[in-house]
């Protein structure tokens, strides 16, 4: 880890791997503006992933795919200077891989270079292993998301969870290798069985992420509005919920439409006040009687 120079020392590649290699878990959580990247790094947490649920949870579109790219740019900015010390990955929007390898590489790049992120979330599979190689080429490090690909799946009967038996287990195995095996510098599994993780997990090198795929990966990230209770409705089954802000958010909203309608706030203490003298000078001036 390398210090900034305020007292807080740098995430890298280098402190994930060394947290691996250690055994010592990390922390990951998805990460929208600068203010929450600020109390997410002060409490400590590892990764901040500036997810495509965005899309989801932040302007309220039906999927991940939908979310826009200037849009995601935007808000990885945001994140990278709220958290300058925390390892910023940004996740690579569905429309910028439509295009071919090539405009993908290109996309990569804008994100690296416009927004500070220290690593690239890519959906692939083993068919894609050439565009990480491209991307890691290119000097851009390669969170490879293995799994459950949301950004590939058109209805909600699509979500399913991978790695339940032996022959989806060794497939998922093998793509790590082949992924691995192209560059990528660290993995996200999503939805894949807890056993099978861990097998992955131990054969590896790289750092794993896992979400929603049990306690045996290297770190785990959770969407920060389902930990939180932000969502509406029960949590995922396979999320802890540490506070419901949706209780408390909505009590201090009603509490504040209370106090409008009352004539309770603002008083004269919540005011600003002309200089003393100047209300009667104007009254004074403008005719008025009071």
């Known amino acids: 880890m390398s210090d900034s120079g305020d007292g807080t020392e ?5 402190t994930l791997q060394a947290c691996k290699e250690t055994g010592r878990k990390f922390s ?7 203010p929450t990247a600020r109390l997410m790094a ?12 965005a899309g989801e949870v932040v302007l309220g579109l039906p999927r991940t795919r ?7 740019v935007h808000i990885t900015a945001a994140v990278r200077r709220g958290a300058p010390n925390a390892f910023v990955m940004a996740d690579l929007p569905y429309q910028c891989t439509v295009d071919g390898p090539a405009k993908t590489v290109e996309w990569c790049r804008r994100f690296r270079d416009e927004t500070g992120c220290d690593g690239i979330k890519i959906e692939v599979t083993a068919a894609q292993a050439a565009l990480v190689s491209a991307v890691r080429d290119a ?19 699509g979500y399913r969870a991978q ?19 192209a560059g990528a510098s660290m993995l996200l599994l999503e939805a894949v069985a807890s056993e099978t993780a861990g097998e992955i997990t131990a054969r590896t090198k790289l750092p794993v992420i896992g979400c929603v795929s049990g306690p045996r990966c290297d770190g785990t990230v959770v969407v920060l509005h389902d930990m939180l209770g932000l969502g509406g409705g029960h ?22 439409v209370e106090d409008i309608h009352a004539g309770r706030f603002p008083t004269d203490e919540q005011a600003i006040h002309m200089h003393a003298g100047e209300h009667e000078k104007l009254l004074r001036a403008s005719g008025a009687k009071r």
């Open 235 to 256: 949590p995922p089954r396979a999320v802890k919920r540490y506070e419901n802000l949706s209780e408390l958010m909505t009590r201090a909203f009603r509490a504040y």
């Open 42 to 53: 002060s409490a400590g947490v590892e990764i901040l992933l500036v997810g495509d649920t």
């Open 163 to 181: 790695g339940r038996d032996a022959a989806g287990a060794q497939r998922l195995l093998t793509e790590t290798h082949q992924i691995e095996e």
């Open 10 to 14: 740098r995430i890298t590649l280098a």
């Open 66 to 72: 939908e979310v826009p790219i200037e849009f995601m």
């Open 139 to 157: 000097g851009i490090a390669v969170v490879a998301h293995l799994g459950l690909l949301p950004q590939s799946i058109e209805s909600p009967s």
């Open 28 to 34: 990951v959580l998805t990460c929208y503006d600068a």
